[in-house]
C-alpha cells in the first residue's frame, strides 16, 4: 500500500533535520579541532587521500568550506591529487565557486595531478563538459585561459570539450571569448579540432556546427591523418543539412583521408538517396576508387547493401559498373550483389554491362560465381552459368564454385556446377 502524503513529508522533514544535525555536527567537530590546533593544510595519506578542503567541498558543506579558507586552508594547495577548484567543479557548485575564486583559487589547474588522469583537465574545460554556462562564465571573468590545452591530448581545449558536450550556448559563450576555432591540442590519433568533435556525435547540432563556421573553423581540417574529412563525416550520419552547410563554406567534396573513402562512398552507406543528388549534384566523384583495405566504390557500396534506387541512381551517373575490386577485402559491384543475393540488381547489373568473370580482389576476393555458390544463391549461379561466354575456363570455375558450395552445405549448387562443367566439356 503506498505511502499517504503526510507520511512521505514527515520522513523528508526528518531526513532534513537527521542531515542539519550531522552537518551542526561536523562543524562543531572541525571547529574543536582547529582550536585544539589542527594544521588545515596537513598532508593527506598518499594512497589517494585527500586535503581537508577537499574532503569538505566533496560534502558539499558551504560553512565548513568557508570556515577552512578563514582558517587558513590554502586554495592551491596541491598536496591532494585534486584541486580545491576542480572538485567544486565537478559539483557544479556554484557557491563552493564563487567562494574558491574569492580565495585565489588558480582558475587554470589542472584537476589532478596525473596527467595520464581521465580527470586533467582545467576547471573551464571540465564546466565546458557538463554544459555549466553560470560556472563558465564565472571562470572565464576570473581570468580562465579559454584556449589553454588539456592535459591529455584527446580531451582538448573548452571549445572542443563544449563542442563534444552538445551544448551550443557553451559553444557560443566560449567563441565569444576568444575560443579557438580550430585549436587542436596536440596531433595524436584521437585529435580533433572542436568542428570534429561536433560532427563525431551520433546527431549534429547544426546550432554548433554553424556557429564554429561562423566564427573561422577550417572545414577541410582533419587534424590527424586517421581522422575523417568534416563532409565525410556529415555524410556518414546522413546529414543532408550538416554537408550543405560544410560544402557552403568551402569544404572539398572528394577529399579522403588514410582510408582513401569519400563522403560519397560514405553516404551510400546511409540510403539516403536525397544526400546522395546533394553530393553528386556538388560535383562528388562518382567513380572514386575503393580503398585498398575493404573498400567499396559508391556503387560497389550501394549494390552491397541491395539499394536499388540508389544504384540505379548511380548508373545513370555514369558509375562504372565494372569499377576494380579493393585489394584486400574488396568486390565488385556485380560480385557484391551476388553474395548478398539482390537479384534486381544483379539483373540491372548485367544489363549495364558488368562483367561475369571480373577478377576477385587479391586478398579473400571471389569471383562472381565464386560467390554466389559460397552463399548458397541458386538463382543468381543459374543466372550467371547463362550470362556466362567464356567456354574456354568454364569448367575450371565451375569445378572451384562447386567445391566452395559443397564445403557450405549448399549440395545442389554443388551439383549443378559438376553437372554444367561436365555438360560443357563433353559438349566440347
Known amino acids: 500500500m503506498p505511502c499517504s502524503d503526510k507520511f512521505y513529508f514527515d520522513v523528508t522533514q526528518t531526513a532534513k533535520k537527521e542531515l542539519a544535525k550531522t552537518s551542526i555536527l561536523q562543524t562543531t567537530i572541525l571547529q574543536t579541532l582547529l582550536n585544539a590546533g589542527a594544521d588545515v593544510n596537513a598532508p593527506p595519506s598518499p594512497q589517494g587521500g585527500i586535503s ?4 569538505a567541498i566533496k560534502s558539499g558543506e558551504l560553512e565548513l568550506v568557508r570556515s577552512l579558507l578563514q582558517r587558513g586552508a590554502k586554495a592551491n594547495c596541491r598536496n591532494s591529487e585534486q584541486t580545491a577548484l576542480g572538485e567544486a567543479v565537478n559539483r557544479r557548485s556554484t557557491e563552493l565557486v564563487a567562494l574558491l575564486i574569492e580565495a585565489g583559487a588558480d582558475v587554470d589547474a589542472y584537476y589532478s595531478k596525473d596527467e595520464s588522469s581521465l580527470e586533467s583537465r582545467t576547471p573551464l574545460q571540465a564546466a565546458a563538459l557538463s554544459g555549466s554556462i553560470q560556472i563558465a562564465t564565472m571562470l572565464l571573468n576570473a581570468g580562465a585561459i579559454v584556449n589553454k590545452p588539456s592535459a591529455r591530448s584527446f580531451i582538448g581545449t573548452a571549445l572542443q570539450c563544449a563542442a563534444g558536450g552538445n551544448c551550443a550556448e557553451m559553444v557560443l559563450l566560449l567563441l565569444a571569448n576568444g575560443a579557438d ?13 572542436a568542428l570534429g568533435y561536433a560532427l563525431s556525435r551520433c546527431s549534429i547540432n547544426i546550432d554548433i556546427l554553424s556557429a564554429l563556421i561562423n566564427a573561422g573553423a577550417d572545414v577541410n581540417n582533419i587534424a590527424h591523418p586517421r581522422s ?3 563532409v565525410r563525416q556529415a555524410a556518414s550520419k546522413g546529414n543532408v543539412e550538416a554537408v550543405q552547410l560544410l560544402l557552403e563554406a568551402g569544404a572539398c567534396i572528394n577529399s579522403t583521408s588514410e582510408d582513401k573513402r569519400t563522403a560519397l562512398q560514405a553516404a551510400t552507406g546511409t540510403r539516403n538517396i536525397d544526400l546522395i543528388k ?15 583495405e575493404r573498400g567499396r566504390t559508391a556503387l560497389q557500396q550501394a549494390v552491397e547493401h541491395g539499394d536499388i534506387e540508389i544504384s540505379r541512381f548511380l548508373l545513370a551517373h555514369d558509375a562504372d559498373v565494372n569499377a576494380p575490386a579493393g585489394h584486400s577485402h574488396g568486390i ?7 553474395m548478398n543475393g539482390h537479384l534486381k540488381i544483379v539483373l540491372m547489373l548485367l544489363q549495364a554491362g558488368a562483367q561475369v568473370n571480373a577478377p576477385p580482389a587479391s586478398t579473400e576476393g571471389r569471383m562472381a560465381l565464386d560467390a554466389a555458390a559460397e552463399h548458397g544463391r541458386l538463382d543468381i549461379v543459374l543466372l550467371l552459368l547463362k550470362n556466362d561466354d567464356d567456354a574456354e575456363a568454364i569448367e575450371l570455375r565451375c569445378k572451384r564454385a562447386a567445391k566452395l558450395a559443397a564445403l557450405n552445405g549448399h549440395l545442389v549448387i554443388a551439383r549443378i556446377l559438376r553437372e554444367h562443367r561436365t555438360s560443357r566439356g563433353s559438349t566440347a
Open 278 to 292: 546533394t553530393l553528386i549534384g556538388a560535383g562528388a566523384d562518382v567513380n572514386a576508387p575503393a580503398g585498398p
Open 52 to 55: 581537508a578542503l577537499v574532503a
Open 332 to 338: 565488385t559491384a556485380l560480385q557484391g550483389a551476388m
Open 181 to 193: 576555432p580550430n585549436a587542436c591540442a596536440t596531433l595524436c590519433e584521437h585529435s580533433s579540432t
Open 228 to 230: 575523417a574529412h568534416p
